[in-house]
């Protein structure tokens, strides 16, 4: 069995896998978002004070499981440098008590085999990972093959929801919140611009979207609020789906997966599947409880990395903020 551990942001949590039949054995998660919620975002320092508290608590739990361990899993990369340390340095007391190899996982590559976590499927060739740190296009072909083939150039698509939410002081995440709110409006109300339409750059924007949000926000009252949330909602998926759709014509897909915290939202689904029709191509998802962040993910690319004996040495396990794929 592996033991992996993640706290790349706001999430402790631990997760044991067995690496034969790639099945999770013991998974939980300790969400700082209450925490977080007054603040409107993520605060660093924060947050690795409470990954501090957490996560023994969570190991607490997992000391049965420790004769069976062939290897410790930690994300190393990309993340808040603070918070990854919290994992890391636990990885590394583990791996030194126990006498186990290091498994550095990207967190990247974790969203992207959270469609792996108990089920068994084919590799997506396009994934489109949105998350509150990301908004990526990634072609995969395998676990050592995934390049990413467009990013966002400022904020993320989950982060927008963020700041729209703070903007009309909703709590953190913004997501959930703003979905919901969405449901309530028209999302034809207000004709926010959709980014980069004139650019051939395949790319994303949201702090021009976020500008125009804000003075929609500035100018109304809280009754406007449900249509400015499902206006926005429609700009900010309306502008990933023009520009995949782009790269679809040259890269035709069969199957296509949504991954990360976002990918959650029901109206952006709605909006892939009515891409992917003329295709006839798959949508593949996470199952709910493992779109946002969680150990359950790292434990399964640990696990393809352990058959690779792709593990790291204890001197060279550090965290890497800012890291590709
Ligand atoms: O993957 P994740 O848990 O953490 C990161 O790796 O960043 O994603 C969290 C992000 C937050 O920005 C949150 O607002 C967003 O995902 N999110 C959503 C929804 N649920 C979570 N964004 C839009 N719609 C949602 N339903
Ligand atoms: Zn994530």
């Known amino acids: 069995m592996i033991l992996s551990i993640e706290s790349s942001c706001d999430d402790s949590s631990i997760a044991i896998t067995d690496i034969q039949t790639k099945q999770l054995v013991y998974h939980k998660k300790i969400s700082q978002e209450l925490e977080h919620s007054v603040y409107g975002g993520v605060v660093p320092e924060l947050a690795s004070r409470l990954h501090a508290e957490a996560l023994p608590k969570i190991l607490e739990e997992c000391v049965e499981y420790f004769p069976r361990l062939k290897a410790i899993a930690v994300t190393n990369a990309p993340g808040l440098a603070v918070t990854l340390m919290e994992g890391i340095t636990m990885a590394k007391a583990l791996s030194v008590t126990l006498d186990l190899p290091l498994i550095a996982v990207n967190h990247l590559k974790g969203h992207i085999f959270s469609l792996f976590i108990d089920k068994e499927t084919v590799f997506p060739q396009t994934v489109l990972l949105v998350s509150g740190g990301h908004t ?11 390049t990413t083939v467009a990013s966002t150039m400022d904020d993320s698509f989950g982060e927008s929801f963020d700041k729209v939410a703070k903007m009309m002081g909703l709590p953190y995440p913004g997501g959930p919140v703003i979905e919901k709110l969405a449901k309530e409006g028209d999302p034809k109300h207000y004709k926010f611009t959709i980014p980069l339409q004139q650019k051939k750059i395949f790319a994303f924007s949201y702090s021009g979207i976020k500008n125009a949000v804000r003075l929609a926000v500035e100018a109304g009252s809280e009754t406007d609020y449900p249509n400015i949330a499902a206006s926005f909602q429609e700009v900010a998926s309306e502008h990933l789906i023009r520009k995949i759709k782009k790269y679809l014509v040259e890269n035709p897909p069969k199957n296509f997966a949504i991954v990360g915290g976002a990918s959650a939202n029901l109206y952006l689904r709605t909006k892939v599947e009515a891409m992917l029709a003329p295709y006839g ?11 946002s962040d969680n150990a359950a993910m790292i434990g399964r690319v640990a696990v393809e990395m352990y058959m690779q004996e792709d593990f790291i040495e204890i001197e060279k396990l550090q965290a890497i903020p800012r890291s590709p794929l």
């Open 136 to 146: 990526q296009v990634v072609k995969v072909k395998s676990l050592n093959e995934m």
């Open 281 to 291: 191509a798959k949508l593949h998802l996470a199952e709910l409880k493992y779109c």
